[in-house]
DNA sequence: GCTCGTCATAGACAGCCATCAATACAGGCG
DNA sequence: CGCCTGTATTGATGGCTGTCTATGACGAGC
């Protein structure tokens, strides 16, 4: 995962290693309230603005690569907000990390994102 | 990896698809504090297991319609606080109602979840 | 060793939110 | 009209959450 915190997400892995056909499809049927406690810590943690624009700005940066030092520059907050934020993207599987000497950068999760939105694409549909 | 920290390029990003699509693109440039704002309501509005079993229940039933009734029955919450979540809902845009006589119809609104899929989808790359 | 810079964690606190009970509103039916 | 049923709104309350300050942990370099 990231640096040396806990491996604890149990967010999407958990339900994007079913096989093909038990994803949960939110309009299908109806989710059972597991799937909807896992699904809602993701879409919770992007019901943020600060946590909207902070996967903003990692995913617009070319290489796909930010320092914590450039996120918390771009905020009217102190550094603990920004750390505390990016630490629920990461529990929620949309963001990790990794250290490289002194800095953290942060990346966005593709799969995590991909599977968020085809959920709700097909619940258009 | 220059030495020292340097700003970088960060509202530099955008500007290269100036395609005919303007909507808020989440990561093909940084967004800002409105759209952010904006999109985080949404986002908050599913990050609540009882609303997104909510829309799965709407989304599921046949016909796309179901009356507030129903949705109050497949909870162990009082009628209040379940139409207390489809405010919500429906404030963020993902729902809407209609009353039919004594009853009143929620369903769901396929282009604003299309939206949101595919702003997640685009994010993912 | 020591110090400095970067990031994470802990603790505190104010504001928000999910929930409930009570009440108000709206429509059908006597 | 009055009564009943289905929904929405109000007000209160406990718990969660975003933010801060203070501090700790890690790495680089003197």
Redesign the interface.
Known sequence: MSIQHAPRDLGLVAVTGLGACTRPA??????D?SS??A???V???????????L???I????GGEV?V??LT??FALTQPTISHHLKILREAGLIDSQR?GT?VYYR?V?????R??????????
């Open positions: 939110l309009v299908s049927e109806p989710i309230e909807a406690a699904l809602a810590q879409f919770k943690a992007l019901g943020d603005p600060v946590r909207l624009r996967v903003s700005l995913g617009a940066r070319q320092c030092c450039d520059s771009a490289r800095w966005l593709p799969a995590a994102l991909e968020m939105g085809e959920l709700l694409s097909a619940a258009a549909g």
